[in-house]
Protein backbone atom coordinates (compact mmCIF):
# COMPACT_ATOMS: atom_id res chain seq x y z
CA UNK A 1 0.00 0.00 0.00
CA UNK A 2 1.33 3.68 -0.93
CA UNK A 3 2.01 6.06 1.75
CA UNK A 4 -1.05 8.09 0.41
CA UNK A 5 -3.28 5.44 0.13
CA UNK A 6 -3.04 4.87 4.32
CA UNK A 7 -2.84 8.09 4.94
CA UNK A 8 -6.43 8.82 3.42
CA UNK A 9 -7.34 5.63 4.91
CA UNK A 10 -6.78 7.12 8.51
CA UNK A 11 -7.98 10.19 7.35
CA UNK A 12 -11.73 9.12 6.12
CA UNK A 13 -12.48 6.32 9.23
CA UNK A 14 -11.09 3.00 9.03
CA UNK A 15 -11.92 1.39 11.46
CA UNK A 16 -8.46 1.69 13.20
CA UNK A 17 -8.87 5.40 12.96
CA UNK A 18 -9.36 7.65 16.37
CA UNK A 19 -12.92 8.66 16.94
CA UNK A 20 -13.84 11.95 16.57
CA UNK A 21 -12.57 14.45 19.25
CA UNK A 22 -15.77 16.81 18.60
CA UNK A 23 -18.12 13.60 20.43
CA UNK A 24 -15.99 15.03 23.12
CA UNK A 25 -14.60 18.34 23.09
CA UNK A 26 -17.91 19.91 21.81
CA UNK A 27 -20.03 18.79 25.18
CA UNK A 28 -17.25 19.53 27.37
CA UNK A 29 -16.71 23.16 25.90
CA UNK A 30 -20.93 23.48 26.51
CA UNK A 31 -20.62 22.16 30.07
CA UNK A 32 -17.21 24.50 31.11
CA UNK A 33 -18.61 27.58 29.43
CA UNK A 34 -21.79 26.96 30.84
CA UNK A 35 -21.05 26.57 34.57
CA UNK A 36 -18.58 29.33 34.55
CA UNK A 37 -20.97 32.19 33.13
CA UNK A 38 -23.62 31.02 35.61
CA UNK A 39 -21.33 30.96 38.97
CA UNK A 40 -19.46 33.98 38.05
CA UNK A 41 -22.23 36.03 35.73
CA UNK A 42 -19.40 37.41 33.54
CA UNK A 43 -18.53 37.22 30.25
CA UNK A 44 -16.26 35.02 27.54
CA UNK A 45 -14.66 35.79 24.65
CA UNK A 46 -13.81 32.08 23.06
CA UNK A 47 -11.28 31.93 20.27
CA UNK A 48 -10.76 29.06 17.64
CA UNK A 49 -8.28 29.23 14.65
CA UNK A 50 -9.21 26.38 11.88
CA UNK A 51 -11.02 23.34 13.32
CA UNK A 52 -10.88 24.88 16.85
CA UNK A 53 -13.08 27.78 15.55
CA UNK A 54 -15.74 24.98 13.99
CA UNK A 55 -16.12 23.29 17.41
CA UNK A 56 -16.02 26.75 19.17
CA UNK A 57 -19.07 27.52 17.10
CA UNK A 58 -20.64 24.24 17.72
CA UNK A 59 -20.27 24.61 21.53
CA UNK A 60 -21.42 28.30 21.84
CA UNK A 61 -24.54 27.74 19.44
CA UNK A 62 -25.43 25.07 22.07
CA UNK A 63 -25.23 26.94 25.10
CA UNK A 64 -28.86 27.70 26.94
CA UNK A 65 -29.81 31.05 25.56
CA UNK A 66 -28.86 33.05 28.86
CA UNK A 67 -25.51 31.94 28.52
CA UNK A 68 -24.79 32.59 24.96
CA UNK A 69 -25.48 36.23 25.60
CA UNK A 70 -22.64 36.26 27.82
CA UNK A 71 -20.54 34.44 25.38
CA UNK A 72 -18.57 36.65 22.18
CA UNK A 73 -17.00 33.69 19.57
CA UNK A 74 -13.76 34.86 17.72
CA UNK A 75 -12.82 32.68 14.82
CA UNK A 76 -9.66 33.48 12.34
CA UNK A 77 -8.34 30.93 9.67
CA UNK A 78 -12.26 29.38 9.94
CA UNK A 79 -13.99 27.07 7.35
CA UNK A 80 -16.98 28.29 8.38
CA UNK A 81 -19.30 30.54 5.95
CA UNK A 82 -22.50 32.73 6.67
CA UNK A 83 -25.24 31.12 4.72
Not at 10 to 34: I, K, N, Q, S, T
Not at 56 to 83: D, H, I, K, N, Y
Amino acid sequence: MRDGVALELLVHGAPFAPPCCAERAVPDLVRRMHTWTERTGGRLVISGHSQGSVLSAAAVWQLPAGSRGRVALLTCGSPLELF
